[in-house]
C-alpha cells in the first residue's frame, strides 16, 4: 500500500491543551456556565501602542514579504532584547523571527534532530516537546523531575540520562505546567553537563517576563561561552505583551543552527506576518508599563489560587515563581468515587471536575505527570473564586 499517513504523523496527537480549550468553548456555546481554568494564554488584551503599531503598518502598505526569517530591524530589536535583559551578545546572523515561539521550537527540532537521536525532556513538561522530537523521527527521553526538587532536573539526573545518541536538552523556565523557575546555580549545574557532553540545550524561556516574588530570571545561555555556543534560546513576544494571535516568536543562538533553521523556515511558512512583526517592534522597543500592572493583577490571582488549593482536603499546591499556572498535587483524591465512579487518575478527575463542578482544567497525564492537574489563573478574580467555590464542593462530595 503506497497510500497513507506518514509514521511520524500517526505517531502524534492534537495539543491536549487546545483540546481542553475547544471543549470548554463547546460547552460555552451551549450555554454551559463553565469556569475555563485550561486557558494558556493571558486574558489581558494586547497593550494599545501595539495594535496601533499593526494598524500602522497595515495603513502604511507593510503589507508584502519580508525576508523569511524576519525584518532586520525586529532582528534588531531582539538583538536589543537580549543584551539587555540577559546580558546576551548576539549578531543579527545569530536570531530568527518565526510564526511564534513554537514555531520557533519546531524549527529547532528540525534543524537539528536526526532519526534515532535522543532528546531529553524533563517532567512536567510543556505538551508540544515530545510530539516535536517524534515528528522529526528522534526519540524523547523522558526524566521525571519531582515536586520535592521544584520540578527542577539536577545535574546528576541529567548526566544518568546521557548516552551517546543524546543530541539536545529541552529546559524550560519559568515552567509550563509548574510554575517553578531554574535558580543560577541548578542551571550552571546543568550547563557544566551540557557542556561536558556537548549537546544542545533548548532553552525555552517564553515566561521570562512573568515571574512574581521578585524571583531572577538567568537564560542559561548567559552562564559562560562554552554553554551559550550550546544553547538555542527561545522566547517571544506572545506571554509577556498578551500577543498569542499575533503570532511571533524568536529564537538566538549558534549561527549554523539558526542559518538551518532560517533555510527550513524559507522553504515552509516563509515570513511570519508583516503585520505583526511591526507589532512586535513596539512591544519590544515601545513602553513597558503594560507589563507590571499585568503581573500585579497575575500575582493576585495566584496567592489567592494556591492559598484554596492548599486548604483542600487532600489537595497540595507548590508556589508558582513564573508563568500563570498552578499545577497541584491530587493523588490523594485518586481511589475516591462520586456516585459508583472511582477516580483513578488525574484525566478521571479533570472528567470528573468538567462534569460536576462545570471546570476545565488540564490533567497532569498530558504533561507526564498523573499525581497533578494544571489550572490557569489567566481570568478574572471572579472566575477564579467561582471555579475554586465549585471545585471544594465537588471535592468534598468525593468519598
Ligand atoms: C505558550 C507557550 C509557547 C508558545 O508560544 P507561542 O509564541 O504562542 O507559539 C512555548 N512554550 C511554552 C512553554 C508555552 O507555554
Not at 502524534?12 to 463547546?26: Q, R, Y
Not at 553537563?193 to 515571574?211: F, P, R
Not at 511570519?272 to 512586535?280: C, F, L, M, T
Request: aromatic share 8%; glycine share 8%; with cysteine.
Amino acid at each position: 500500500m503506497a497510500i497513507g499517513i506518514a509514521k511520524r504523523a500517526q505517531a502524534i496527537k492534537p495539543s491536549p491543551t487546545l483540546a481542553m480549550a475547544a471543549k470548554a468553548k463547546a460547552m460555552k456555546a451551549q450555554g454551559i456556565d463553565v469556569v475555563d481554568f485550561g486557558v494558556g494564554e493571558p486574558d489581558f488584551d494586547t497593550p494599545e501602542n501595539v495594535k496601533q503599531a499593526g494598524i500602522k503598518a497595515i495603513q502604511s502598505g507593510f503589507t508584502k514579504y519580508t525576508p523569511a526569517g524576519g525584518t532586520d530591524e525586529l532582528k534588531e530589536a531582539v538583538v536589543e532584547k537580549f543584551k539587555k535583559d540577559n546580558g546576551l551578545a548576539y549578531e543579527k546572523s545569530q536570531v530568527l523571527i518565526s510564526c511564534g515561539a513554537k514555531h520557533s521550537l519546531y524549527n529547532i527540532a528540525e534543524a537539528v534532530f536526526d532519526p534515532g537521536d535522543e532528546v531529553i525532556i524533563p517532567s512536567p513538561y510543556w505538551v508540544s516537546y515530545p510530539d516535536q522530537v517524534l515528528l522529526n523521527d528522534a526519540k524523547p527521553v523522558i526524566v521525571e523531575t519531582r515536586e520535592q526538587e521544584g520540578f527542577r532536573i539536577s545535574a546528576a539526573k541529567l548526566e544518568k540520562a546521557v548516552t551517546k545518541r543524546t543530541k539536545a536538552l529541552v529546559l524550560n523556565s519559568p515552567s509550563n505546567p509548574t510554575g517553578l523557575a531554574y535558580d543560577r546555580k541548578t542551571l550552571e549545574e546543568i550547563a557544566a553537563v551540557a557542556v561536558k557532553h556537548q549537546i544542545y540545550v533548548i532553552s525555552d524561556e517564553i515566561y521570562e517576563k512573568l515571574v512574581y516574588d521578585g524571583f531572577k530570571h538567568y537564560s542559561i545561555a548567559s552562564l559562560g561561552p562554552e554553554i551559550k555556543d550550546l544553547t538555542i534560546v527561545v522566547n517571544g513576544v506572545s506571554k509577556s505583551h498578551a500577543m498569542t494571535g499575533w503570532r511571533i516568536g524568536f529564537a538566538a543562538g549558534p549561527k549554523d543552527v539558526i542559518t538551518a533553521m532560517s533555510n527550513i523556515q524559507s522553504q515552509s511558512t516563509s515570513n511570519p506576518a508583516s503585520i505583526s512583526q511591526k507589532a512586535a517592534l513596539e512591544a519590544l522597543r515601545g513602553p513597558q508599563d503594560f507589563l507590571p500592572v499585568m503581573n500585579a493583577e497575575f500575582d493576585k490571582r495566584r496567592k489567592y489560587m494556591v492559598g484554596r488549593l492548599n486548604a483542600m482536603e487532600g489537595i497540595s499546591c507548590l508556589m508558582p515563581v513564573g508563568a500563570f499556572y498552578a499545577f497541584p498535587n491530587v493523588a490523594k483524591l485518586f481511589g475516591k468515587s462520586f456516585g459508583g465512579k472511582t477516580i483513578k487518575n488525574s484525566a478521571d478527575l479533570a472528567a470528573y471536575l468538567l462534569e460536576s463542578a462545570k471546570a476545565a482544567l488540564v490533567s497532569g497525564d498530558s504533561f507526564g505527570a498523573d499525581a497533578y492537574i494544571r489550572l490557569s489563573y489567566a481570568t478574572s478574580l471572579e472566575n477564579i473564586t467561582k471555579g475554586l467555590d465549585r471545585i471544594e464542593a465537588a471535592v468534598k462530595a468525593l468519598r
